[in-house]
């Protein structure tokens, strides 16, 4: 029995101890593969990073206004006889809508008439008695009080035709505000008030409303407004684009930039702007809410990378940065601003250090990478990461995005 269970023992030490032979010969063989057989270099694009000029890609909220809105007022006191439109029209600037007693105020003109001739008959007499009596005076005929009083007299006269004449054309002037006329070009709302009512001077009659252009006052980030007033410095505001988007997102109207004021906000940090948009289709209404968006704002002298190349760490964003023996190294960053598809960074990273741009997602810290000329164009590298096609006329030639298509497949 002893026997039995020694030779027992015997064979299963001498079993165990083959297995771990055997594991220790795997070992050593997986080691000395590892030695032997490196991962290869990843060929990936690379950037030296070099300060530079990124575009923005921004908008701002704001709500869509017409700049030369009119609000009709009456400006005469009389019964309101005619309304000459419906509302909803577009109106002609000097076409006449409403009509105040004009039959009134055309009497009063008619006798303001009648009071000048009558005072210019006046004046005559008066010029032509003065006139005989400084003759009686020559010929001591009259007194001196008499041609003083002829003269008072055409004196008096004059007066009483330049009040005349006042009083005429203020007459004329009510006869023209009697007929209430377009003082701009533009659709015209609801009469707040309805032919037969009694109309005082100041009661509000209509809206008449301009469709083209139209304007949008916004509010710039001061950051934004210092760029902006720098590149005014080389161009005329007029020159600095503007697109209108709707809450949709679709860009609706082209215009440009008019007005940048020239004073910090204290209370917001920020800085109005206004930009005009031609409108002639009447597509936008003025009060609707909106975006614009500046073409050409720019982020001066700045360090960035396309987006593609960021990715998360334990310390948070993070992009890989080459050292002298091409190796992949995390490094975190601070984040600026997103310029489409470029990322501004603020910090963690120095002008002249290799930043690797392309997709990160297959690179871990310490991989050798097979650098590759970046050519500038971070939309490119977006479409390839996501496999979408530029559009007709935009990218690199065909055969050179089969290319890298085929390279990306293969990696």
């Known amino acids: 029995m002893n026997t039995t269970l020694r030779r027992s023992r015997a064979g299963l030490l001498a079993l165990a101890a083959g297995v771990l032979l055997a594991a220790c010969g795997q070992d050593e063989a997986a080691q000395s593969q590892g030695e032997g057989g490196e991962q290869p270099p990843q060929p ?6 070099a300060p530079q000029d990124i575009p923005l890609d921004k908008s701002y909220p704001a709500q869509l206004r017409s700049d030369t809105e009119v609000t009709l007022v009456a400006r005469v006191t009389g019964f309101l006889e005619k309304r000459l439109f419906e509302p909803g029209d577009i109106v002609e600037k000097g076409e006449s809508l409403y009509a105040i007693e004009p039959d009134v105020y055309q009497a009063t003109v008619s ?22 009596f400084q003759q009686l ?16 007299d055409l004196n008096v006269a004059r007066s009483s035709v330049a009040q005349a004449e006042a009083a005429l ?6 006869l023209e505000y009697a007929d209430v006329t377009a003082p701009v070009s533009g659709a015209i709302g609801l009469s707040e008030v309805n032919v037969g009512n009694l109309v005082n001077s100041g009661t509000e009659l209509a809206t008449i409303t301009p469709l083209d252009p139209l304007e949008v006052r ?11 007033r720098r590149q005014l410095k080389d161009q005329p505001i007029g020159e600095i684009g503007a697109r209108l988007v709707l809450p949709g997102g679709e860009d609706r109207l082209e215009g440009h930039l008019d007005f940048l004021a020239s004073r910090v906000d204290e209370d917001t940090s920020t800085v109005q702007a206004k930009a005009a948009f031609d ?40 992009v890989f940065v080459l050292d002298e023996d091409d190796v992949a190294r995390a490094r975190p960053v601070e984040l600026g601003e ?33 650098p590759r000329e970046f050519d500038g164009d ?24 089969a290319a890298s298509s085929e390279e990306d497949a293969a990696q």
């Open 218 to 228: 916004f509010q710039l980030p001061q950051e934004d407004a210092f760029a902006l």
């Open 169 to 174: 054309a203020s007459a004329r002037i009510n």
């Open 137 to 152: 005076l020559r010929q001591n005929s009259v007194s001196r009080q008499q041609v003083d009083q002829a003269q008072a």
């Open 44 to 49: 990936k694009p690379v950037a030296t990073l």
């Open 111 to 132: 006798q303001r008439e009648a009071d000048l001739a009558s005072a210019e008959a006046e004046l005559v007499r008066a010029r032509r008695d003065a006139n005989r």
């Open 378 to 401: 971070a939309e490119a590298l977006v479409r390839q990461a996501t496999g979408q096609q530029p559009a007709q006329g935009q990218g690199a030639p065909a055969d050179e995005r």
């Open 338 to 370: 997103l310029a489409g598809p470029w990322q501004v960074l603020n910090g963690g990273v120095e002008a002249g250090e290799r930043v690797m741009v392309g997709n990160p997602a297959d690179v871990e810290p310490g991989m050798p990478i097979e």
């Open 279 to 318: 409108n002639p289709e009447g597509a936008v209404l003025p009060g609707q809410f909106v975006r614009v968006r500046v073409e050409g704002l720019k982020r001066f002298e700045v360090l960035a990378v396309p987006e593609l190349a960021m990715s998360q760490g334990l310390m948070g964003p993070q």
